[in-house]
């Protein structure tokens, strides 16, 4: 069974940062193409960043040259670097992957910038 545990989020101050990370086990597979979301409240879930096993990335425009996106495929585990983070990043960000055409997604992990 494949399963995506997120961690790292919490509460950060406007222009801190925060790294999350994203383990995926059950799969003996690595993911083609990994990514992070967000969904705030009464909004819906929005890409963030994505990644492929080839490590091309592609960004939402509010985090470019903010947030980076990178994986470790040895370790099956991807991380979402976050800096100068802005009140308007506040949401529960969900990490997914995808194994042979297959969609898997986290239980989520709450960040909150503010003061």
């Known amino acids: 069974q494949v399963q995506l545990v997120e961690s790292g989020g919490g509460l950060v101050q406007p222009g801190g940062s925060l790294r999350l990370s994203c383990a995926v086990s059950g799969s003996f597979l690595r993911p083609y193409a990994m990514g992070w979301y967000r969904q705030a409240p009464g909004k819906q879930r929005d890409l963030v960043a994505s990644?492929?096993?080839?490590?091309?990335?592609n960004y939402a425009d509010s985090v470019k040259g903010r947030f980076t996106i990178s994986r470790d495929n040895a370790k099956n585990t991807m991380y979402l670097q976050m800096n100068t983070l802005k009140p308007e990043d506040t949401a529960v960000y969900y990490c997914?992957?995808?194994?042979?055409?297959?969609?898997?997604w986290g239980q989520g992990t709450q960040v909150t910038v503010s003061s």
């Open positions: 990644i492929t096993i080839g490590s091309t990335t």
């Open positions: 997914n992957a995808v194994i042979r055409s297959v969609s898997y």
